[in-house]
């Protein structure tokens, strides 16, 4: 099998495999915004409710139904404090799940909303709830969003997202009742201190928080250590502006290493791969015979292999896009159809359980193109000409005064803390928390055991500090 690593903003937060897809335009409408509240499970231990909540947000320019967004609430509506969490590239609101009920079961008095940007109103989620998902997606039945209908997303960069974000924090904060805690992964961690550094029509971001909290992700040089640089010089952001006026404004870079030809052919993989590792992680793997020959080993698999495969390190994937669960049995049962042996911080079920809901959504499908661009430019976190050009409202970046935590794993080899230290330094933080797990990968603080999680353990220590 053959790895490709593709440009840092590729990947940050996303799953890439050699997996190609052909997508009809046809199909029912969108599947993601029902409110849903029931009990699930977190890797064997409950949380009682999960309501996954529409918010109304500001017009976008688009359709009616995407001005909105959704959050992913787990924990007791009564809590004191709310911990508002933003997933990375491609990310979305079940990137979080599990982290979440880790939170709440170890901090009396906390909610966590898992934010979900309004480009998931995009997605047409209704094939999982039909009794053959793979067929829905993989012979074209669905809604795919067509590139050329979608003009709007032209402008839906940073300065829409945080205004969404601002929505949801504000709704949190419930008048100045609740504390707000804002973090992120990767580059959810560059959004979260954007929002602390704009300028809302004169309202500093910072102002409406308590804390942030920055996992794996940043500014100030973050990912120089991933050895994939942002892309933010004056030439770049023409040329990148001068293809969203063209049209290109979804981020196709997944397809470009050969998953597919439309913005969301591997995400579609992938929820696939975890829905059915999910609801039958033992059987014989329904996705392994429609998988390129490249692809498919050389003997039959279950359903939890088959996703064990995908998101592993040990199957030649690069640090950021996986993590450490285990390996392919040896040996089979019935057919001699191998199974998946956990044998690493993240089982291979719990990836499992983050996929698969209360609504199946741990990937973004659409990406837009300029919010890629805003946030490569953010790298800086000063409020420059190029910054200003683009409408980035960075001005209070040296005013920060809440207390900010920082984790980071072997991704970056270092300039996660150090741009988090740079950050303070040029700030008025009071304090923060630097954490480190060297044998960490970059997916693993998501979904890793809950006892083997460095980043919940030490985050939940510095939510408690208060």
Do not use: C
């Not at 969490?85 to 901090?107: K, S, T, Y």
């Not at 940043?218 to 006026?245: C, K, M, N, W, Y």
């Amino acid at each position: 099998m053959t790895s490709h690593l593709p440009r840092r903003r590729t990947v940050l937060s996303g799953l890439v495999g050699g997996l190609a897809l052909t997508a009809g335009a046809a199909g029912a409408g969108p599947g993601a915004g029902a409110a849903w509240a029931s009990g699930r499970e977190h890797g064997g231990r409950g949380v009682s409710a999960e309501p996954y909540v529409p918010i109304p947000v500001g017009r976008g320019g688009g359709p009616a139904e995407t001005d909105r967004v959704h959050v992913l609430k787990v924990g007791p509506e009564r809590a004191e404090t709310v911990v508002v969490l933003v997933p990375g590239m491609f990310g979305a609101a079940n990137d979080f799940r599990l982290v979440a009920g880790d939170l709440v079961r170890a901090v009396p008095g906390i909610q966590v909303w898992a934010f979900d940007r309004r480009e998931e109103n995009l997605a047409d989620r209704t094939g999982f709830a039909t009794p053959d998902p793979a067929a829905y997606y993989l012979d074209g039945h669905y809604r795919s969003q067509d590139p050329a209908a979608s003009g709007y997303a032209a402008d839906w960069g940073l300065r829409l997202t945080l205004e969404d974000l601002r929505t949801v924090v504000l709704a949190a904060g419930a008048g100045g009742r609740r504390r707000v805690v804002l973090g992120g992964h990767s580059w959810g961690a560059t959004t979260v201190l954007a929002y602390a550094a704009w300028d809302f029509d004169g309202h500093p971001g910072y102002r409406d928080l308590a804390g942030l909290a920055l996992i794996d992700g940043g500014v100030l040089g973050a990912f120089e250590g991933t050895g994939a640089p942002v892309q933010d010089s004056p030439e770049e952001v023409r040329e990148r502006l001068a293809a969203i006026e063209g049209g290109a404004v979804f981020d196709m870079t997944l397809s470009a290493v050969g998953l597919g030809s439309r913005a969301e052919s591997t995400q579609i993989w992938y929820q696939l791969a975890g829905w059915y590792a999910r609801v039958d992680p033992e059987g014989r793997s329904v996705l392994q015979p429609r998988l390129p020959d490249a692809l498919r080993l050389p003997y039959p698999i279950t359903n939890a292999a088959l996703l064990g495969t995908l998101v592993d390190a040990g199957f030649g994937w690069p640090n950021d896009i996986s993590v450490h669960s285990g390996r392919v049995a040896d040996s089979g049962a019935g057919d001699d159809v191998r199974g998946w042996i956990d044998e690493g911080i993240t089982p291979i079920g719990r990836v499992a359980a983050a996929y698969a809901g209360p609504e199946p959504a741990v990937w973004e499908w659409y990406w837009p193109s300029r919010l890629s661009v805003d946030l490569d430019v953010t790298d800086a976190y000063a409020d420059t000409d190029l910054a200003r050009s683009l409408g980035l409202r960075l001005r209070h970046a040296t005013r920060i005064d809440v207390p900010l935590y920082a984790f980071q794993t072997s991704y970056s080899h270092g300039t996660v803390l150090t741009g988090a230290q740079r950050v303070v330094t040029g700030s008025r933080i009071p304090y923060t928390t630097y954490e480190t797990d060297e044998g960490m990968n970059h997916l693993d603080p998501l979904f890793a055991a809950t006892a083997q999680n460095t980043m919940t353990r030490t985050f939940a220590g510095f939510l408690a500090r208060g």
